[in-house]
């Protein structure tokens, strides 16, 4: 079965680093790009930017630009989305995904709170 | 960035009627391969996003038939022909043809 897994819930207080991850199975990592979406508490989809495990390619939006880092492990199957230091801004659901968009991870849950 | 926009934003629905939701992209979607990468996708609360329509037209396996996806250029649309109370949720549509892919704000529609 393809899927990608998501690490779990994170609590975090501003000014902290943290780093999410997703691991993909059943189909050749390195030859399918892994984006990350985030959705703010009631609010819509943002892609914040793709990766190409393969190669590392990566690509960010400008509005994520200098905000996160993108990094992927191809020994492991794993994508990474990580900040060096969070904003209580940063609190939303963030969602793997991979392209062709029809296998998603569950999302993992970021609060970022004093 | 291509800015998608959709409407209505919120759509309520009596089950068994039709619903429609139109997406307005600010540039064409139609890729140099000749290829238009609109796609469509369904929310359901508490759940991760799901692909319905691919391709402007085409519905992902196990999709209900009463979704059917049209439009061409910059201008397309959602279409449910028959809505029941599982179809209640958000409803995005998204381009892939330009990197920065970029979502439709979303459509709630929810039952009357």
């Known amino acids: 079965e393809v899927q990608l897994v998501q690490s779990g819930a994170e609590v975090k207080k501003p000014g902290e680093s943290l780093k999410i991850s997703c691991k993909g199975s059943?189909?050749?990592?390195?030859?399918?790009?892994i984006g990350w979406v985030r959705q703010m508490p009631g609010k819509g989809l943002e892609w914040m930017g793709i990766i190409y495990p393969g190669d590392s390619d990566t690509r960010y939006s400008p509005s994520f630009q200098g905000q996160v880092t993108i990094s992927a492990d191809k020994s492991i199957s794993t994508a990474y989305l990580q900040w060096s230091s969070l904003k209580a801004s940063d609190t939303a659901m963030y969602y793997c995904?991979?392209?062709?968009?029809?296998?998603w991870g569950k999302g993992t849950t970021v609060t970022v709170s004093s | 960035d291509v800015v998608m926009t959709q409407s209505p934003l919120s759509l309520p629905v009596t089950l068994g009627q039709p619903a429609s939701i139109s997406c307005r992209s600010s540039q064409s979607l139609v890729h140099s391969d000749g290829n238009t990468y609109l796609n469509w996708f369904q929310q359901r609360p508490g759940q991760s996003p799901r692909r319905l329509i691919y391709k402007v037209s085409n519905r992902d396996s196990g999709v209900p038939d009463r979704f059917s996806g049209s439009g061409s250029g910059t201008d397309f649309t959602l279409k449910i022909s028959r809505v029941e109370a599982e179809d209640v949720g958000v409803y995005y549509c998204m381009q892939g043809t330009h990197w920065l892919w970029t979502f439709g704000q979303g459509t709630k529609v929810e039952i009357k």
């Open positions: 995904v991979r392209s062709g968009y029809v296998v």
């Open positions: 059943g189909y050749s990592f390195t030859s399918y790009w």
